[in-house]
């Protein structure tokens, strides 16, 4: 099967750059994307991974490790509207291409 | 751009009732999935459909049916709903090649 961990919750000042880590298990995935979900809305895309290494996109990049089986988004210049729940999620080979996502971590951002 | 289109967006059942959450989507999808997520928790896979004319099981697929109506449609049954099936319900579409996988804006569900 395939599964997804990462953290509750992450808690980060405005301007300050946050790491939300996404460990994961499967027999064989295309990537790993990354989510955001603010309060009352719908998943949007941020982020994809299909091979090794960091994918930059403005303020928000991703990195994937195939052997470490990790993967992070990292964003920067934070800004309260990043106040929102953040999940990873992997496509896998089988299956018609079901995608399943983690728990989410929730990002909490002060002033 | 519709994108991914869900109805209802809100509804409130009796327990043992039935109904069925209808999706489209207009941007030419292989593969559509229904979701539920509980509250403070992430998206659980309910079913999902690779193709026109295909379905199958996800994570937590008991207590409800689906049907890949064309390639448009994808529709969600509870055939008797329980209060154990209360939670917001979404709709997603993606590629076949493409894994980004476009929500619709939800149906929120409460069985009493």
Known sequence: GQSLEQPSEVTAVEGAIVQINCTYQTSGFYGLSWYQQHDGGAPTFLSYNALDGLEETGRFSSFLSRSDSYGYLLLQELQMKDSASYFCAIRGHTGGFKTIFGAGTRLFVKA | ?112
């Open chain 2, 1 to 112: 751009n519709a994108g991914v289109t869900q109805t209802p967006k809100f509804q409130v059942l009796k327990t043992g009732q039935s109904m069925t959450l209808q999706c489209a989507q207009d941007m030419n999808h292989n593969s559509m999935y229904w979701y539920r997520q509980d509250p403070g928790m992430g998206l659980r896979l309910i079913y999902y459909s690779a193709s026109e004319g295909t379905t199958d099981k996800g994570e937590v697929p008991n207590g409800y049916n689906v049907s890949r109506l064309n390639k448009r449609e994808f529709s969600l049954r509870l055939e008797s709903a329980a209060p154990s099936q209360t939670s917001v319900y979404f709709c997603a579409s993606s590629g076949t090649v493409n894994t980004e996988a476009f929500f619709g804006q939800g149906t929120r569900l409460t069985v009493v």
